[in-house]
């Protein structure tokens, strides 16, 4: 059984501060790694994708990569109260490249 | 391009009932994906279709199923609904191995 683990949170940051948000994947073969946010009401947007080791940087986002580890990691920098939503960490792995999901982290930027 | 459409917003069926959602990708993806979501159990996969074949499927009974048209477009059924499955069901589509691109879902109440 693939597996995806995230912690639950809540995760409280103030404004401004940097928000680190932590994924774990149980399949070794696993391809493909994505970032989605989701406002409450709302459906997952896709933020980020990486799909090597390494950092990956789009304006106040970093995704981090370490295979070896099976390590998935999303930074927020300056953090803004509109960052407040929840954080599903999605890993794509096998030959059809099925999305499996973590149970998301919810993030509460404070003001 | 045109997002992810799904129709409809909201549905209130009861018990024993049955229900049909539908999806249309965004134009020239083939794969379709279907995901239930609830608040205690997060996203779980339904199941993914591409090229009207199902190609992968999670741990629903056999009251779910779906189907996929010539067009790319798809529909999932569920029938004798149960309280249980209440949720948002979030269709998703995408190009070969890009990201998923959700819609704005299907909020199911089953009274």
């Known amino acids: 059984q693939k597996e995806v683990e995230q912690n639950s949170g809540p995760l409280s940051v103030p404004e401004g501060a940097i928000a680190s948000l932590n994924c774990t994947y149980s399949?070794?073969?696993?391809?493909?790694f994505f970032w989605y946010r989701q406002y409450s009401g709302k459906s997952p947007e896709l933020i980020m994708s990486?799909?090597?080791?390494g950092d990956k940087e789009d304006g106040r986002f970093t995704a981090q990569l370490n295979k070896a580890s099976q390590y998935v990691s999303l930074l927020i920098r300056d953090s803004q109260p509109s960052d407040s939503a929840t954080y599903l960490c999605a890993v794509s792995s096998g030959s059809a490249r099925q999305l499996t999901f973590g149970s998301g982290t919810q993030l509460t930027v404070l003001p | 391009k045109a997002g992810v459409t799904q129709t409809p917003r909201y549905l209130i069926k009861t018990r024993g009932q049955q229900v049909t959602l539908s999806c249309s990708p965004i134009?020239?993806?083939?794969?379709v994906s279907w995901y239930q979501q609830t608040p205690g159990q997060g996203l779980q996969f339904l199941f993914e279709?591409?090229?009207?074949?199902?190609?992968n499927k999670g741990n629903f009974p056999g009251r779910f199923s779906g189907r996929q048209f010539s067009n790319s477009r798809s529909e999932m059924n569920v029938s004798t609904l149960e309280l249980g499955d209440s949720a948002l069901y979030l269709c998703?589509?995408?190009?070969?191995?890009?990201?998923?691109?959700f819609g704005n879902g299907t909020r199911l109440t089953v009274t």
């Open positions: 279709y591409f090229s009207e074949t199902q190609r």
């Open positions: 399949d070794r073969g696993s391809q493909s």
């Open positions: 990486i799909y090597s080791n």
């Open positions: 134009s020239g993806h083939r794969s």
């Open positions: 998703a589509s995408r190009d070969r191995d890009s990201p998923l691109h």
